[in-house]
């Protein structure tokens, strides 16, 4: 009895360890998939940024305006909002909490800061992450 009882002890703690192995793997690859973010943001690439998002028609953005559904529309308010490298700043995001909420399902809460000679811009968001063909996108972006 003793050794079913160790037996079920090793395998819980085994799966127990590897569900956690499995959340920080996806946390690292949600964090590095918004370091990209940064680097094509800071370099005045809009389209590099928007990489991080669900290239769908059905990918949903809320902003200052209200929500946006769309890759495209995303994209082009993304362009008509920041024309130019000094309009587009230097990007930072901050984390405050990344929840696993499934193999392929996460949200992320942070900080964004733009800083930029003429003003600073900052806020926060909200993210859906859904891991899709084997990489995480942005399903839902609500950013203040």
Known sequence: MSKLILSFFVVVVS?????????TIAEEQ???????????????????????YWNSDSLLFIGSKGPTYGYSKTLTNYLKSYPTPEKMGQLTFGFVKIEILSENQAFVVGTWHLQREEDDLGGHFTLLWRKLDGEWKIVIDHSS
Do not use: C
């Open 30 to 52: 949600i964090k590095l998939v918004m370091k990209f973010q940064e680097s094509a943001w800071n370099r005045g690439d809009i389209s590099g940024f928007m990489d991080g």
């Open 15 to 23: 799966l127990s360890t590897q569900a956690q192995m499995t959340k």
